[in-house]
């Protein structure tokens, strides 16, 4: 994809994991081919920024060697499974999500951003987190598959939980999903086969994590720095995370950083060619004076958070529009305001 900053190239970790080793390497990719930023997608992908024009094939080759990005095109594109981070191996997240990997070529043409997000542990994680298409886990503990956007789905028969995700996304695209690009935006009835009256259980302490959190501000991580620290300290592997952060595996010493501010923000102007408005400044300096999760995104698109923000500012023609309880590109409280505004506003002028 191309950005401001260069062309972009995403990184789809298997489980959301590399090893120590793969790790490194990504970090000398980025610095060798890009220009040695790493973004943590929301999504729990990553992101390698400012791909020269003449080296993004060298880049795709090293990545393809290293089995980070799949050699056939079409089934890396379809790869777009979010596993809860606090998979173990064998447990029925690892189960499932390395059984959709495997049967990739079922699954029908989808939008680029439609994505499963399974979250099989004993409480859901990724609530908040993109997915079109959900595995959790009653409070009885049942399976359930639901749908993003129904409040309800239904319960899975055991070791058959990938037959309905494929059924339940051909569903989608020949019902004219695709239209829609999302399934919280697709209105037609889902399937009688798929209209469960499930609820997933309530959202509770989250999993004992296999690992160390490593707060990143606004998933930003700087490869030349990462890499020496990674060189220094001898981690078995490091987890990415939809939550900015990563999970860092095995005994090592590296010094944990200060928790990042509580916002989220996408790379804004000038980086993003489809932003408006410049937006980590902005979101630093206005955070304190919050109360709750801000959201400041350079354009309706809401790239760096799909969820609801107490208060987003979104970016329009150069300035911003503030809406509270809301997602990026809603419907505003106050339009069309400069920086200056948006600081009076919270007093943080």
């Not at 993003?148 to 319960?155: E, I, K, Q, S, Y």
């Not at 030349?224 to 005994?251: C, K, N, Q, Y």
């Amino acid at each position: 994809m191309t950005a401001d900053d260069g062309l972009l190239v995403r990184v789809r970790p298997r489980m959301g994991r590399l090893d120590r080793d793969a790790m490194l390497a990504l970090c000398e990719l980025a610095i060798a081919q890009g220009n040695g930023q790493i973004d943590v997608t929301n999504r729990a992908n990553l992101q390698i920024r400012g791909v020269s024009e003449g080296g993004w094939q060298m880049l795709i080759a090293a990545l393809v060697a290293l089995g980070l990005v799949d050699p056939d095109p079409a089934r890396e594109a379809r790869r777009m499974t979010l596993a809860a981070p606090c998979w173990r191996p064998g447990d029925d997240t690892y189960r499932i999500a390395t059984e959709l990997d495997r049967r990739l070529g079922e699954l029908p043409a989808l939008p680029g951003k439609f994505g499963f997000a399974i979250d099989a542990g004993p409480a859901p994680m990724l609530a908040e987190a993109p997915g079109d298409l959900r595995v959790e886990r009653t409070a009885a503990g049942r399976l359930l598959l639901r749908a993003d956007g129904r409040a309800t789905g239904v319960l899975l028969t055991p070791g058959h939980e990938v037959d309905a995700l494929i059924a339940l996304a051909k569903w989608f695209v020949v019902s004219g999903g695709s239209a829609a690009k999302r399934m919280a935006r697709h209105a037609a009835p889902l399937p009688d086969w798929a209209k469960g009256t499930e609820r997933p259980a309530p959202a509770g302490p989250l999993a004992e994590m296999p690992g160390t959190s490593w707060p990143l501000a606004f998933g930003r991580i700087d490869a030349p720095s990462f890499h020496a620290m990674l060189r220094r300290s001898t981690p078995t592997g490091v987890r990415t995370t939809p939550w900015r952060a990563l999970l860092i595996e095995g005994d090592h010493d590296l010094p944990v950083p200060d928790a990042p501010v509580a916002a989220d923000a996408c790379v804004g102007a000038p980086a993003c060619p489809q932003a408006s408005v410049a937006t980590r400044a902005l979101a630093l300096r206005l955070a304190p004076f919050v109360a709750g999760r801000l959201h400041v995104s350079g354009c309706a698109k809401g790239c760096a958070r799909a969820a609801p923000a107490a208060v987003v500012l979104t970016g329009r023609e150069g300035r911003y529009d503030l809406a509270f309880d809301a997602c990026a590109g809603a419907t505003p409280a106050r339009a069309a305001l400069d920086p200056a505004a948006v600081l009076q506003h919270f007093g943080a002028s």
